[in-house]
């Protein structure tokens, strides 16, 4: 696979190189070129010149008929687009062709329709009396985009995340220097591809490939010609970034970590709540960040929904692995860690055995545990692997407390069949997106982000195109 730079509307692969590695195999899947802080600045530099350009004249029309461009660029690639997702994560590849490229090619399609129909507000003003126009002023925003934006993306679900921030950089305006995760740099490498053909003008969109400390990420976020950061990873990273950003007051969109709750009630359609658990836990093997890894069921049901949720977790077969060794050790060391602390292992646990290629993968095995108090590492910690931990509860009101008794606060599910439980209990969850009897769908023009330690700010529709740009009031004395 080729992984290059693009800056300035040039693919380069200058900058030490940094393994790549397939997942399903341990395997080398080749050598990707870490950028300089040298690289970062031109491509920081190429950026702002882009802004000086034709583009910074575009108007909404212009930029919607780019952003369709790029879409059309994804869909006529859709197979080469899934194959290099396939490859970057180990996911199977129908999930990259059910999930990962339609939805990279909708972000695009969703802004570019966005624009269009934004509209600006105005309001006319009486004479005070105090300076101005006999005839009162009247006052108009116009949005005006933040200018040079850095785009920084994790590897769980890399093509969907970096076109989740890129579409709407783009349709605010700016020009953008995009980083994806040192793990995952062939479908970004694509992207950049796709953005060469449509014709955008050079600067406007550049991608720089490395590892974030004391690399590529961290070289972007501190650089002062940046003036906004769109950032996607763990809590952790976030803290380190607004550092960075704090020196130049860079504004940041952080979309972080979480520790999910489902709170199962007793009135739930069980099936359904069993099997919604399932995908929400073990899903792209528990990468996802609103993968459900705390579950709280109410007392009557709660052994019924243990024994069905474990049958459903040791039945699973043809998940991908953990992104790398390293990811895999972490997740493992949870499983080992899960059981020093008292836990009960329902299914899972290890790692599993195929008898084939992918036992030198970095597979680990779907796993459910029971027997936590609330206090445990493992209950309280971000795994980020296909396990969840399940408690009983007796009240509604102890199961809103358990689920907000978390430093995460990015996503959660509500099992009922009690649609006033339903609107009672969605609110008080301190959650940025709670789903009812159902999980992970959405209108992309909804907010989506978390809060506490899951992110700050919201994507999604205006709210992304709101961070994206800042509006500007002007005020006429009429
Ligand atoms: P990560 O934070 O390690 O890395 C994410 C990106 O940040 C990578 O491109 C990395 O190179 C870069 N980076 C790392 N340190 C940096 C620094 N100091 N300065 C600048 N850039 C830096 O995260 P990850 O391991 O790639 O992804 C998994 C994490 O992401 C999990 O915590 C998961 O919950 C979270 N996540 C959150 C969401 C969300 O929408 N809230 C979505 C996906 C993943
Ligand atoms: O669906 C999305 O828009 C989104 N940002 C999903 C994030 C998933 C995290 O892994």
Redesign the pocket.
């Known amino acids: 696979m080729r992984y290059a730079h693009y800056v300035s509307g040039a693919f380069r692969s200058d900058g030490d190189p940094f393994p790549v590695t397939d997942p399903t195999s341990g395997r080398s899947a080749g050598t990707a070129p870490a950028a300089s802080e040298a690289l970062v600045d031109s491509a920081v530099t190429a950026a702002r010149e882009a802004l000086h350009g034709p583009w910074g004249a575009t108007g909404t029309e212009e930029r919607a008929r780019v952003l369709h461009r790029i879409a059309d660029g994804i869909e006529a690639r859709f197979a080469e687009f899934a194959e290099a997702e396939a490859a970057d994560t180990g996911r199977p590849r129908e999930f990259a062709e059910t999930v990962d490229v339609p939805r990279a090619i909708r972000n695009f399609r969703a802004y570019a329709d966005l624009l269009t129909g934004r509209p600006e507000r105005a309001y006319t003003t009486p004479a005070t009396g105090g300076g101005s126009g006999d005839g009162g002023v009247l006052n108009y925003a116009v949005r005006r985009p933040l200018g040079v934006v850095a785009v920084?993306?994790?590897?769980?679900?890399p093509l969907l995340?970096m076109s989740w921030k890129v579409a709407p950089a783009l349709a605010a305006g700016n020009a953008v220097v995009a980083?994806?995760?040192?793990?995952t740099p062939g479908t970004a490498t694509l992207l950049a591809e796709v953005v060469d053909a449509a014709g955008l003008p050079p600067g406007v969109f550049n991608l720089v490939h490395?590892?974030?400390?004391?690399?590529?990420?961290?070289f972007?976020?501190s650089h002062p010609g940046v003036d906004g950061i769109a950032?996607?990873?763990?809590?952790?990273?976030?803290t380190?970034?607004m550092r960075?950003a704090a020196d130049h007051l860079t504004p940041v969109s952080?979309?972080?970590?979480?520790k999910n709750a489902a709170l199962v009630f007793a009135d739930a359609d069980l099936d359904a709540a069993v099997a919604g658990t399932a995908r929400s836990s073990f899903t792209h093997s528990g990468?996802?960040?609103?993968c459900t890894e705390r579950v709280y069921v109410q007392r009557p049901v709660f052994e019924e929904f243990v024994a069905a949720l474990g049958r459903k977790a040791a039945a699973l077969g043809g998940y991908g692995p953990m992104?790398s060794a390293a990811?895999r050790s972490k997740v493992l060391s949870y499983y080992r860690l899960a059981v020093e602390e008292g836990a009960t292992v329902v299914s899972g646990g290890g790692v599993p055995r195929f008898g084939d290629g992918r036992d030198e993968g970095f597979y680990v095995e779907p796993t459910v545990l029971t027997g936590l108090p609330q206090t445990a590492r493992t209950v309280r910690e971000?795994i980020?692997g296909p396990v969840c931990h399940v408690a009983p509860f007796d009240t509604e009101e102890e199961a809103v407390r358990l689920a907000n008794d978390s430093p995460y606060g990015?996503a959660a599910t509500v099992w009922t069949k009690d649609l006033s439980r339903a609107h009672r209990v969605a609110p008080r969850v301190e959650a940025g997106v709670v789903w009812v009897n159902c999980w992970n769908v959405r209108d992309l023009r909804t907010p989506?982000?978390?809060v506490k330690a899951?992110?700050i700010g919201r994507?999604g529709g205006e709210h992304s195109l709101d961070f994206f740009s800042e509006p500007v009031n002007v005020c006429v004395g009429i």
């Open positions: 920084i993306a994790p590897w769980n679900l995340l980083k994806p995760s040192e793990e490395g590892h974030g400390q004391g690399g590529a990420g961290e972007l976020t950032f996607t990873g763990a809590s952790a990273t976030g380190a970034i960075a952080f979309e972080l970590g979480g990468q996802i960040c609103l992104i990811h971000e980020f990015l989506f982000g978390g899951s992110g994507e």
